[in-house]
T-cell receptor, first 116, second 113 residues
Framework: AQKITQTQPGMFVQEKEAVTLDCTYDTSDPSYGLFWYKQPSSGEMIFLIYQGSYDQQNATEGRYSLNFQKARKSANLVISASQLGDSAMYFCAMREHNNAGNMLTFGGGTRLMVKP | DSGVTQTPKHLITATGQRVTLRCSPRSGDLSVYWYQQSLDQGLQFLIQYYNGEERAKGNILERFSAQQFPDLHSELNLSSLELGDSALYFC????????????FGEGSRLTVL
């Protein structure tokens, strides 16, 4: 079974509008972390936001917020006031406490395209 | 700038050849991770080292190997290359403790012809 699922291969959003990128995860580990990374066309991976499984509040970082619904096992990324520079691939990832190496497992990504 | 350095940035080689990708982690980070990203795919975890020791292994082919040296830099060796090995190979490092955030290098883009 996929540990991280991103069901939207591609999305369009109008500049200045908000957009939600979906992410669902699967784990039986009670302690885990969820991450979102941005990959622009230049290829580098840029960390955006982190949510811990025990965090009571949804994480926010500037225009990025994470809509964490633990019971549904979802961790959607919300980008407010989209900008042209937000056009990129976005990856959701999870770190499980019990995995030996502490590595992140990534979803397949969502390509976001911001229209002027 | 994440502080993680990868070389080379681009590499073109032929099938059957062997290449070595190099990574220097952020200063102070003991963990190094290698990921493979094929065209329009997500990142696949290959292998992780912690302070010179192999810590975890993912879907790494037997033709691939890695090591981490006493100065903490790491090398990923890819041998008997096939067309399907063409990909972007990322190295990342992380601090001990904390959230487990990975800091990625810019990647090494390998093209096998």
């Amino acid at each position: 079974a996929q540990k991280i699922t991103q069901t939207q291969p591609g999305m369009f959003v109008q500049e200045k509008e908000a957009v939600t990128l979906d992410c669902t995860y699967d784990t039986s580990d009670p302690s885990y972390g969820l991450f979102w990374y941005k990959q622009p066309s230049s290829g580098e991976m840029i960390f955006l936001i982190y949510q811990g499984s025990y965090d009571q509040q949804n994480a926010t970082e500037g225009r990025y917020s994470l809509n964490f619904q633990k019971a549904r096992k979802s961790a959607n990324l919300v980008i407010s006031a989209s900008q042209l520079g937000d056009s990129a691939m976005y990856f959701c990832a999870m770190r499980e406490h019990n995995n030996a190496g502490n590595m992140l497992t990534f979803g397949g990504g969502t390509r976001l395209m911001v229209k002027p | 700038d994440s502080g993680v350095t990868q070389t080379p940035k681009h590499l073109i080689t032929a099938t059957g050849q062997r290449v070595t990708l190099r990574c220097s982690p952020r200063s102070g980070d003991l963990s190094v991770y290698w990921y493979q990203q094929s065209l329009d795919q997500g990142l696949q975890f290959l292998i992780q080292y912690y302070n010179g020791e192999e810590r975890a292994k993912g879907n790494i082919l037997e033709r691939f190997s890695a090591q981490q040296f006493p100065d903490l830099h790491s090398e990923l060796n890819l041998s008997s290359l096939e067309l399907g090995d063409s990909a972007l190979y990322f190295c990342a490092s992380s601090a001990t403790g904390g959230t487990g955030e990975l800091f990625f290098g810019e990647g090494s883009r390998l093209t096998v012809l």
